[in-house]
Nanobody, 123 residues
Framework: QVQLVESGGGLVQAGGTLRLSCAAS????????MGWFRQAPGKKREFVAT????????YYANSVKGRFTISRDNAKNTVYLEMNSLKPEDTAVYYC????????????????WGQGTQVTVSS
């Protein structure tokens, strides 16, 4: 069992920066690939970024590539999402997920989810 708690969301102007954190409970954090997804009102949950269990491999959605960076600290049981050059279209609830079968871009590949943190980017 893994429990995930996101933090770091908020209101920021376009072009600004936010850093999201996702703290995990349990001693098996380092065995899970981790991912960030987002969901805007009326839309499906969409892939943002994912990182392998050891942090070696990372993958990004085209819409955030070059602006967002995913990282993890297994000693702290935490995964991060650094978001730069934010745009109004980045506005959404951001969720982190844990996947036991490796990195993936499909929400169905994830076993555990956090409760989400709201990110709002004003123009």
């Amino acid at each position: 069992q893994v429990q995930l708690v996101e933090s770091g969301g908020g209101l920021v102007q376009a072009g600004g920066t936010l850093r999201l954190s996702c703290a995990a409970s349990g001693r098996t954090f380092s065995s899970y690939a981790m991912g960030w997804f987002r969901q805007a009102p009326g839309k499906k949950r969409e892939f943002v970024a994912t990182i392998s269990h050891n942090g070696v491999s990372t993958y990004y959605a085209n819409s955030v590539k070059g602006r967002f960076t995913i990282s993890r600290d297994n000693a702290k049981n935490t995964v991060y999402l650094e978001m730069n050059s934010l745009k109004p279209e980045d506005t959404a609830v951001y969720y982190c997920g844990a996947a036991s079968r490796g990195v993936g871009a499909d929400p169905y590949e994830y076993d555990y989810w956090g409760q989400g943190t709201q990110v709002t980017v004003s123009s």
